[in-house]
């Protein structure tokens, strides 16, 4: 048994890979695929194209939101071995953090994208 699943491993990916082969059409006429990803500039055009202010500002605001999950999902475990006054207080701080950004964010506007 241990022999017939050695056998198969060193005969299976090279079939795998031959049929992989066979069967994949390379075109030659996309010039997309092997030019360099560059968040969706054109690297053989213009480099100095206008770039959305807006967009940049959304998607820090997405990060800084993205990595308060990471910091509040733990909060459950914590609840069991912290004190109890002392996990209020965190939690109460590290909220009214996130939402003086949210509002200072609202107030600057650069939650409205149609402005």
């Known amino acids: 048994m241990l022999w ?16 992989n082969s066979i ?15 560059e968040c ?10 206008s ?20 910091l509040v999902l733990p909060i459950p475990l914590i609840m069991f071995f912290s ?3 002392y996990l209020i207080i965190l939690i109460t ?3 009214m953090i996130l939402l003086i950004g949210l509002f200072y964010e609202w107030k600057e506007g650069a939650l409205n994208w149609l402005k």
């Open 4 to 19: 017939l699943i050695f056998i198969i491993s060193l005969v299976l990916p090279p079939m795998l890979m031959m049929i």
């Open 23 to 37: 069967l994949y059409k390379k075109y030659s006429s996309s010039r997309e695929k092997p030019s360099p990803f």
């Open 40 to 49: 969706g500039f054109d690297p053989k055009l213009l480099t100095r194209n």
């Open 51 to 70: 770039f959305s202010l807006k967009f940049y500002l959304i998607a820090v605001i997405f990060l800084i939101f993205d990595i308060e999950i990471s």
């Open 83 to 85: 004190n109890q006054s």
């Open 93 to 95: 701080f590290f909220m």
